[in-house]
């Protein structure tokens, strides 16, 4: 079993505990709110990343560190789950978690996520065309476009909707290329 599938397996119950909940309290879109803005502030902060993952330092420190910088920016539902998540020494899946969460609702919401990864950035007009396509291509009422800049990509873009990829790249049309006269 690899490693992802492992986070993923310990991630999903927590993410789905954390649904069932926020169905019941009718928080849904408060709860996603709040854990977007945690994972953009981890995704910001690679030395709250580097502390949270830590074994070394005590679980004590790591929890008022949590309740300093969101006691009164989140529910407090979530500020419990962040608390618990390092007694059980489960904080460094917490990007994993919050993922699934986002990933479950927008699923029950029928979102379809789009993750692009382009050379350089769009425009509003080139992602709001890019979203109205993929409206067309999965038939959905409502799209989140992930936008990821990839200069390693030369030019063009990457479109990851589900399990399907779209290869629009420079790069990518490079190493189709290299692959056909490697086999030739």
Same mark, same amino acid.
């Not at 679980?59 to 008022?64: F, L, V």
């Not at 109205?132 to 800049?149: D, E, H, R, Y």
């Given at each position: 079993?690899?490693?992802?599938?492992?986070?993923?397996?310990?991630?999903?119950?927590?993410?789905?505990?954390?649904?069932?909940?926020?169905?019941?309290?009718?928080?849904?879109?408060?709860?996603?709110?709040?854990?977007?803005?945690?994972?953009?502030?981890?995704?910001?902060?690679?030395d709250?990343?580097?502390?949270?993952?830590?074994?070394?330092?005590?679980?004590?420190?790591?929890?008022?560190?949590?309740?300093?910088?969101?006691e009164?920016?989140?529910?407090?539902?979530?500020?419990n789950?962040?608390l618990?998540?390092?007694?059980?020494?489960?904080?460094?899946?917490?990007?994993?978690?919050?993922?699934?969460?986002?990933?479950?609702?927008?699923?029950?919401?029928?979102?379809?996520?789009?993750?692009?990864?382009?050379?350089?950035?769009?425009?509003? @007009?080139?992602?709001?065309n +890019?979203? &109205?396509?993929? #409206?067309?291509?999965?038939? %959905?009422? $409502?799209? !989140? =476009?992930?936008?990821?800049?990839?200069p390693?990509? @030369?030019?063009?873009?990457? +479109?990851? &909707?589900?399990? #399907?990829?779209?290869?629009? %790249?420079? $790069?990518? !049309? =490079?190493?189709?290329?290299?692959?056909?006269?490697?086999?030739?």
């Open positions: 079993m690899s490693n992802q599938n492992l986070k993923e397996r310990i991630a999903v119950p927590y993410a789905e505990a954390l649904i069932a909940i926020a169905q019941k309290t009718n928080l849904l879109s408060e709860i996603s709110k709040d854990l977007s803005s945690i994972a953009m502030i981890l995704s910001e902060s690679k709250l990343q580097l502390l949270l993952s830590n074994p070394l330092i005590n679980t004590s420190i790591k929890k008022e560190i949590l309740k300093q910088l969101f009164n920016q989140v529910h407090a539902f979530i500020l789950l962040l618990v998540l390092v007694d059980r020494r489960r904080i460094t899946f917490l990007n994993i978690i919050i993922n699934k969460y986002l990933e479950l609702t927008y699923a029950l919401e029928s979102i379809t996520i789009a993750e692009l990864f382009s050379a350089v950035e769009l425009s509003e @007009i080139q992602q709001e +890019l979203i &109205i396509q993929v #409206k067309l291509m999965t038939k %959905s009422n $409502s799209v !989140k =476009l992930v936008v990821n800049k990839d390693d990509l @030369i030019g063009g873009f990457i +479109l990851k &909707i589900g399990s #399907k990829i779209i290869d629009a %790249s420079l $790069s990518g !049309k =490079l190493r189709k290329m290299s692959l056909y006269l490697n086999t030739n």
